[in-house]
């Protein structure tokens, strides 16, 4: 409240002088006693914390026109970005009411209304808003941002598409990554209804936007891995690991699985082998180790993990080998390794998985577009000790 008061007061002090000069020039003399007594009254309110009814009378007292028309603007944005809606809400709501308003002035504070119903949470006014400035050939960067922010979070993807488009075409400023994005959502939304030919068109219309979109390699994939296409599925989550390796663990397990499909595990060897010399994170010496006490292996899996941790200590590798220990244990032994085991299990508990190289959200599942920032494909697997 005390900063609210310090911000107010250089308003207050404006707002006194411009008044007093606006009636002056209206009415002589003969009107300072009113103008006093209503920036007196609005001091009254500041001094006893009651900031809400000052601005009223602040506002109030200041006649918008070419001198004051800003400072309106200002204090409006300024309440927005402080978390206070309503009053930013008020201030432009009183600036667009006025009709003295120049077309430039009003179309401003259109924009500035429109973030602040954004702001607020409703988007279908500010939609509105933002449509209006589109018509008015007005502030057309800033009302199509928009706009797509708004298209994104209604999850209208087609919308956001086209928006997206004339977003490029007054910036010169390419969306294809972003939009590629939008053609996945619409494709796991078909995917989910079981609608192929929608599904093969969203990825194809993603390719079209940004040729190395993992997103929608991984969405052929799982397509083909669906449909029974084992090898051509294997090709595109191989693709992803080209596209962008930090990706890999929300592949492997399905190449493993097509290649156990196709009864051709020694090709998954080979892979194994080779990302092994790509990647520095746990998840294919896991899948190696595994690979390894598939084919009876035991003794080998183990001295291979111990060899891995040497180089690559995580906590996901030392659980993995004390639970194989247990299974060759008995007595105190046992007991020992069962509460290391647990140990090593509370190191793990409730840590997060992924993390966004933007903002650091961090989460448990894997997010194409990030809670936090809202920001497209900038969540990836957490690489660590005690992550990947």
Same mark, same amino acid.
């Given at each position: 409240m005390t900063e609210l008061i310090w911000l107010l007061l250089p308003?207050?002090?404006?707002?006194?002088? /411009?008044?007093?000069?606006?009636?002056?020039?209206?009415?002589? #003399?003969?009107?300072?006693?009113?103008?006093?007594?209503?920036?007196?009254k609005g001091l009254n309110y500041l001094l006893n914390e009651q900031p809400d009814k000052a601005i009223e009378v602040f506002i109030k007292m200041v006649e918008v026109d070419n001198d004051t028309v800003e400072t309106h603007l200002a204090l409006g944005s300024l309440f927005r970005r402080r978390g206070e809606v309503d009053r930013a809400i008020r201030i432009h709501q009183n600036l667009i009411a006025r009709p003295t308003l120049n077309s430039e002035?009003?179309?401003?504070?259109?924009?500035?209304?429109?973030?602040?119903? /954004? #702001?607020?949470?409703?988007?279908?006014?500010a939609e509105n808003l933002f449509q209006e400035l589109l018509e008015l050939n007005s502030h057309l960067p800033d009302a199509l941002r928009n706009l797509i922010d708004i298209y994104q979070q209604e999850q209208e993807w087609e #919308?956001?598409?086209e928006t997206c488009s004339q977003y490029e075409k007054i910036t010169g400023k390419s969306c294809g990554e972003i939009v590629a994005q939008y053609c996945c959502e619409m494709g796991e939304k078909a995917m989910h209804e079981g609608d192929q030919l929608k599904l093969h068109a969203c990825i194809e219309q993603?390719?079209?936007?940004?040729?190395?979109?993992?997103?929608?390699?991984?969405?052929?994939?799982?397509?083909?891995?669906?449909?029974?296409?084992?090898?051509?599925?294997?090709?595109?989550?191989?693709?992803?690991i080209s596209q962008d390796i930090d990706y890999l663990p929300e592949v492997i397990d399905e190449?493993?699985?097509c290649y156990l499909k196709l009864a051709r595990p020694e090709e998954m060897d080979r892979l194994l082998d080779k990302?092994?010399?790509?990647?520095?994170?746990?998840?294919?010496?896991?899948?190696?180790?595994?690979?390894?006490?598939?084919?009876?292996?035991g003794r080998q899996a183990m001295e291979f993990m111990v060899?891995?941790?040497?180089? #690559?200590?995580?906590?996901?590798?030392?659980?993995?080998?004390?639970?194989?220990?247990?299974?060759?244990?008995e007595g105190k032994a046992r007991e020992n390794l069962n509460i290391l085991r647990d140990l090593v299990a509370t190191l793990l508990d409730d840590k997060p998985v992924y993390e966004c190289l933007q903002c650091g959200f961090s989460g448990k599942s894997m997010h194409w577009q990030c809670p936090g920032c809202k920001q497209w494909n900038c969540v990836k697997p957490i690489k660590g000790v005690q992550a990947e």
């Open positions: 308003v207050a002090a404006a707002s006194g002088w /411009m008044a007093a000069r606006s009636s002056f020039r209206r009415e002589g #003399k003969r009107s300072g006693f009113d103008v006093s007594s209503e920036y007196f002035q009003r179309s401003h504070a259109l924009l500035e209304l429109g973030e602040d119903y /954004m #702001k607020a949470g409703l988007l279908d006014r #919308k956001a598409i993603a390719f079209r936007h940004d040729k190395n979109c993992v997103r929608a390699s991984i969405l052929q994939g799982q397509k083909d891995q669906r449909e029974g296409q084992y090898d051509k599925a294997i090709q595109n989550y191989e693709k992803v190449i493993r699985e990302i092994l010399t790509l990647y520095d994170g746990i998840t294919p010496i896991l899948y190696k180790a595994e690979q390894l006490l598939g084919q009876g292996h060899e891995q941790l040497r180089h #690559k200590p995580s906590v996901k590798g030392l659980k993995w080998l004390v639970e194989q220990s247990l299974n060759r244990s």
